[in-house]
Structure formats: structure tokens, C-alpha cells
């Protein structure tokens, strides 16, 4: 089993649709939760974090984490075509300390037709 | 959010020299910077974590002989890649560890723009 799942899709939504993207992880002490948005040819960028259980909200974009479940998601509403990406859920493990460092699922490649 | 620069941002080479990416952080001081590979339409491979002043950590089946890492400096971290060859040609990116205090330190990592390394 994968530390970090992500279904790969790739995931195909009309533009203005709501994109669901999922995550699930491995390690019950994971502490913080990453979305990045990577571009074909680029490097990822951070769009979302997540560390409490619940919704977080930031424009269009929601993550949702339930620790029980192991388990992360992004939401993004009134999806536009620049939305088209891949979309990579990362999580940082053991918590506060030097010896940090990220997992990463393999990405969710979405697109966003007109 | 925290800036990561990377240079060069593309670099073709001839097999059997050597090349140095350099990764600094613009706006803050980074005590942790990652390299990561990857290969077109594959994930992020986690090469090596780099420690400001102290060896780097390299993931199993990453050769520390042939991919050198310095983090000389809070601000700066390089790789380099010795002896290329075709093989090693891959997008290299880096990022830098941000901690953030707000009652619990919290670990968020900041990614460079990337190095397009060709190896003829």
C-alpha cells in the first residue's frame, strides 16, 4: 500500500462543475496536509494547507481532512479551463521535527472543458 | 507565500561533465531545503533532504557520490549532478522548508521553478 493514494484519473469536468480530488494516507500520526497544483512543465505550487479536522475554505478552493479517515480532499468550485493541472496531495510527517519531510501522491490529473 | 529561485532554469550538457543547480530562498532563511527528481508525467522522487551545515540525507538508492549536495548557507542550497549521462536527464526541482508559528509549529514547503538538466 502507497503512503499517499491519490486516484489518478485522469478526471474530466465541464467548465463552472465542482472538481472533487481525493487523498487518503497511511501514517495516523500525519499532521499537516498539502495541495499543490502542478502545470505540465512546471513545478508544483501550493494552493491549499490543512492541519485541524474539517472544512478550510480559500476562494474557490476547500480542503476537507478527517484524521479517522485518513483522509484529505479538495473541492474546486466554478472550475475553469486554467484549472486543467495535476493535482498532488502531499503529507508531512512526523510532526515538528528535523526529520520532516513530505509524501507524495502520485497526482490527480484534471481537466476542465469548456 | 515564501519565494525559491532555482538556477539555471534549463541546462544541457555533454556526458561526463558535471553540473550545479543552485536553489536559494529569496525571503526568509531556510534551515531544510529538499531536491526532488521527475520524469515527464511521473511523480515527485524525494532525492535528498538538505540541512543548512550538516550532511545531506539521501533517500535509499539515491548515489550520494554522483548527486552532491552543499546547503552551505540558510539561504542556499546546491546540487550537483557529477560525471552526467543521458540517463540523468530529468526535471530537478528543490524546495525549502517554511515553519510557521501559531501556537503549534506548523511545516509548509515552498517549491523552486525547476531545473531542465539534458544530457546529450
Known amino acids: 500500500q502507497k503512503e499517499v493514494e491519490q486516484n489518478s484519473g485522469p478526471l474530466s469536468v465541464p467548465e463552472g462543475a465542482i472538481a472533487s480530488l481525493n487523498c487518503t494516507y497511511s501514517d495516523r500520526v500525519s499532521q499537516s496536509f498539502f495541495w499543490y497544483r502542478q502545470y505540465s512543465g512546471k513545478s508544483p505550487e501550493l494552493i491549499m494547507s490543512?492541519?485541524?479536522?474539517g472544512d478550510k475554505e480559500d476562494g474557490r478552493f476547500t480542503a476537507q481532512l478527517n484524521k479517522a479517515s485518513q483522509y484529505v480532499s479538495l473541492l474546486i468550485r466554478d472550475s475553469q479551463p486554467s484549472d486543467s493541472a495535476t493535482y498532488l496531495c502531499?503529507?508531512?510527517?512526523?510532526?515538528?521535527?528535523?526529520?520532516?519531510?513530505?509524501?507524495f501522491g502520485d497526482g490527480t490529473t484534471l481537466t476542465v472543458k469548456p | 507565500g515564501a519565494v525559491v529561485s532555482q538556477h539555471p532554469s534549463r541546462v544541457i550538457c555533454k556526458s561526463g561533465t558535471s553540473v550545479k543547480i543552485e536553489c536559494r530562498s529569496l525571503d526568509f532563511q531556510a534551515t531544510t531545503m529538499f531536491w526532488y527528481r521527475q520524469f515527464p508525467k511521473k511523480s515527485l522522487m524525494l532525492m535528498a533532504t538538505s540541512n543548512e551545515g550538516s550532511k545531506a540525507t539521501y533517500e535509499q538508492g539515491v548515489e550520494k557520490d554522483k548527486f552532491l549536495i552543499n546547503h552551505a548557507s540558510l539561504t542556499l542550497s546546491t546540487l550537483t549532478v557529477t560525471s552526467a549521462h543521458p540517463e540523468d536527464s530529468s526535471f530537478y526541482i528543490c524546495s525549502a522548508r517554511v515553519r510557521i508559528a501559531g501556537g503549534l509549529f506548523t511545516d509548509t514547503q515552498y517549491f523552486g521553478p525547476g531545473t531542465r538538466l539534458t544530457v546529450l
Open positions: 502531499a503529507v508531512w510527517g512526523p510532526y515538528n521535527t528535523n526529520a520532516g519531510k513530505s509524501t
Open positions: 490543512i492541519y485541524s479536522n
